[in-house]
C-alpha cells in the first residue's frame, strides 16, 4: 500500500524556518512527480509545490515562491519542504502527495 507520511511541523515564530519531511513507502517514489499541499483552518486544500521524478523541474504557488523549497532524496524515498520566512498565514496542515494519493499531514503553526 502507499504510505506518505509528513513531518517535522510544530510552532514556529513569523519570520523563522521549518524543513518538512515526507517518508514514502509502497511505490516506486523515484519515477514520480511528488507534491506538497496545505489545508488552513477554514480553507480549501491547496497545492504548493511540485518537484519532477529527476528532482530538477519544481514549481511553486505564487503563496510560497521564493519562501519554500522543495526537493528530494530518491535513494531514501523522502520529499522535503524547506520553508523560510515564514508569516502566520502560512498555519496550516502540511500533506505530501503524489497522483492519487496523499498521506498524512504535519501541523504548522506560525505565530508568536
Known amino acids: 500500500d502507499v504510505q506518505l507520511q509528513a513531518s517535522g511541523g510544530g510552532l514556529v515564530p513569523p519570520g523563522g524556518s521549518v524543513r518538512l519531511s515526507c517518508a514514502a513507502t509502497?511505490?516506486?517514489?523515484?519515477?514520480?512527480?511528488m507534491m506538497w499541499y496545505r489545508q488552513a483552518p477554514g480553507k480549501e486544500i491547496e497545492w504548493i509545490s511540485s518537484i519532477t521524478a529527476g528532482g530538477l523541474g519544481r514549481t511553486y504557488a505564487d503563496s510560497v515562491q521564493g519562501r519554500f523549497t522543495i526537493s528530494r532524496d530518491n535513494a531514501k524515498n523522502t520529499l522535503f519542504l524547506q520553508m523560510n520566512s515564514l508569516k502566520p498565514e502560512d498555519t496550516a496542515v502540511y500533506y505530501c502527495?503524489?497522483?492519487?494519493?496523499r498521506g498524512q499531514g504535519t501541523q504548522v503553526t506560525v505565530s508568536s
Open positions: 509502497g511505490f516506486h517514489f523515484s519515477t514520480y512527480v
Open positions: 502527495g503524489k497522483s492519487g494519493s
